[in-house]
């Protein structure tokens, strides 16, 4: 199992902490791996009330790792790791809060559209530079995004892939409120607890009434998945993918 992922238990929070520093958080195929199985587990344990996701300083994910993308890209094998992870989002059964410090590129700013409450630090920037990449709006982001910010803002977030600052995320209705970054883990922590102090069944009922219907969300995730896949092979997508990989090599 990897280490890129921490999972911790305070009480009746369980903290899933993206760490991998040195590649911004950029999720590989264990780590997606690493957060479905901890998703199910907290579910399925009575003890756990309330799913926390967290990165690191400056960086909360810098989306899919690219090297991954790339692998499917010119003809290899993909994995189920990210589609279930997807699917572990789109059914989790108990409230998810995320604290955002810093990058939050591609699933770094969509995880947040199946969270209930999401803070971020005034230095945030959430992005999603699909299209950009010869790619298309994943995790059901296509169908909740215009929900939180009108079609318009989300054709700003998915179609034009321009950033949106915790500012500007705030006043849209993307997440919940902005702290300082020495605030985040403590507004976070501070959430989760009123979370789990709070009758769970009837806040079960209630989140589930709040929500788009699941089996909805998750046919949406379908069609996505199967779009991003066949953009993944694309000439688009090859092209825009090893631009990326030849920057690294040159810098
Ligand atoms: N996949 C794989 N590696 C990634 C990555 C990703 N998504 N994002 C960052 N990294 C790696 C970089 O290649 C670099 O590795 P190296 O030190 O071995 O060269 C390291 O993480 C640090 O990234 P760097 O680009 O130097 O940091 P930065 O602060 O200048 O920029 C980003 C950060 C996130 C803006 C930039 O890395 C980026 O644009 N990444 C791609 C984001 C993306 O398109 N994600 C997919 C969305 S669908």
Redesign the pocket.
């Known amino acids: 199992m990897t280490d890129h992922v921490l999972i911790e238990r305070r009480g009746a929070v369980q903290i899933i902490r993206m760490n991998r520093p ?3 958080n ?1 999720l590989t195929r264990a780590m997606y791996a690493k957060m479905s199985a901890a998703l199910a587990e907290g579910d399925a344990d009575p003890a756990v009330r309330v799913h926390v996701f967290l990165g690191v300083p400056g960086a909360f994910s ?6 991954d993308f790339l692998v499917i890209a010119t003809g290899g094998e993909g994995g189920n790791e990210v589609w279930d992870f997807l699917m572990a989002l789109a059914r989790a059964e108990k409230p998810m809060v995320s604290g955002v410090d810093g ?1 939050a ?2 699933i770094g700013t969509t995880l947040n559209l199946h969270c209930d409450m999401t803070f971020a630090t005034p230095r945030t920037l959430f992005r ?3 299209v950009d ?1 010869g ?1 298309v709006p994943e995790a059901g982001s296509s169908l909740i995004a215009p929900q939180l910010l009108g079609r318009q803002g989300a054709f700003a977030l998915l179609g034009l892939g321009e950033g949106f600052s915790a500012e500007r995320a705030k006043a849209a209705g993307l997440i919940y409120d902005v702290v300082a970054e020495d605030a985040l883990e403590a507004a976070v922590l501070a959430a989760a607890n009123a979370i789990a102090a709070k009758p769970p069944q009837a806040l079960k009922i209630a989140r589930d009434l709040m929500r788009e219907p699941r089996e909805e969300l998750v046919a949406r995730i379908k069609v996505e998945s199967e779009h991003f896949r066949e953009r993944l092979t694309s000439e688009e997508a090859r092209a825009a993918l090893n631009a ?1 990989m030849t920057r ?1 090599k040159s ?1």
Do not use: C, E, Q, W
Not at 62 to 67: E, T
């Open positions: 040195d590649k911004k950029a810098a989306g899919n790792d690219l090297a990058i590129v591609g999603t530079p699909f990449l790619l990326f690294k810098s």
